[in-house]
C-alpha cells in the first residue's frame, strides 16, 4: 500500500432535512488550492530609499475567506441540494453551516499556528526572512 493509494474516508454532515458529505483528512492538493485561492496582490513593495537594484521585499496578501471556500469545496463530496458544489454555489450555503463544515474538516489539523491562521480574517506577509549567520 503506498501513499497515494489510501481509503478516503468521509463523514456526512446533517442539517435538518438536509446534509453535506465531506472528506475527513486534507489532502495536500487541498491546501494547495486553497492557499492559491488565497494569495492575492502578489508582487514587490517599493520605498523611496530603496537603493537602486536592491530587492524589495515581496508582498503576499493572504485572503482567509478565499481559502477556507476553496477548501469547503474541495473536501466536500456530495450535497443533498440539486446544485453541483462549486465555490460559486457553497457561497449561497448559510454561514452557520459552513463554519460547521470547516470545523470538521479542520479539526485534524494538529498545527495550533495553522488552526490560528484559519479563524483570523486575514494576514498580510511583507518581510523577508531573517538572513542566515552561517
Same mark, same amino acid.
Request: aromatic content about 6%; overall charge negative; charged content about 35%.
Given at each position: 500500500?503506498?501513499?497515494?493509494?489510501?481509503?478516503?474516508?468521509?463523514?456526512?454532515?446533517?442539517?435538518?432535512?438536509?446534509?453535506?458529505?465531506?472528506?475527513?483528512?486534507?489532502?495536500?492538493?487541498?491546501?494547495?488550492?486553497?492557499?492559491?485561492? +488565497? &494569495?492575492? =496582490?502578489?508582487?514587490?513593495? /517599493? %520605498?523611496?530609499?530603496?537603493?537602486?537594484?536592491?530587492?524589495? *521585499?515581496?508582498?503576499? $496578501?493572504?485572503?482567509? +475567506? &478565499?481559502? =477556507?471556500?476553496?477548501?469547503? /469545496? %474541495?473536501?466536500?463530496?456530495?450535497?443533498?441540494?440539486?446544485? *453541483?458544489?462549486?465555490? $460559486?454555489?457553497?457561497?449561497?450555503?448559510?454561514?452557520?453551516?459552513?463554519?460547521?463544515?470547516?470545523?470538521?474538516?479542520?479539526?485534524?489539523?494538529?498545527?495550533?499556528?495553522?488552526?490560528?491562521?484559519?479563524?483570523?480574517?486575514?494576514?498580510?506577509?511583507?518581510?523577508?526572512?531573517?538572513?542566515?549567520?552561517?
Amino acid at each position: 500500500m503506498g501513499l497515494t493509494d489510501r481509503k478516503v474516508d468521509t463523514k456526512k454532515l446533517h442539517f435538518d432535512k438536509d446534509w453535506i458529505e465531506v472528506r475527513t483528512k486534507r489532502l495536500y492538493g487541498d491546501t494547495v488550492k486553497a492557499q492559491r485561492a +488565497a &494569495a492575492t =496582490n502578489i508582487g514587490r513593495e /517599493t %520605498s523611496k530609499d530603496d537603493k537602486k537594484g536592491a530587492a524589495a *521585499p515581496a508582498r503576499i $496578501e493572504f485572503d482567509i +475567506a &478565499a481559502f =477556507n471556500l476553496a477548501l469547503v /469545496t %474541495s473536501m466536500t463530496i456530495s450535497w443533498s441540494d440539486e446544485l *453541483p458544489v462549486t465555490t $460559486e454555489n457553497y457561497e449561497l450555503v448559510p454561514d452557520d453551516i459552513v463554519t460547521k463544515v470547516l470545523e470538521e474538516i479542520t479539526d485534524d489539523v494538529e498545527d495550533e499556528e495553522e488552526l490560528g491562521k484559519l479563524k483570523k480574517t486575514s494576514t498580510s506577509v511583507s518581510e523577508l526572512p531573517e538572513k542566515s549567520s552561517v
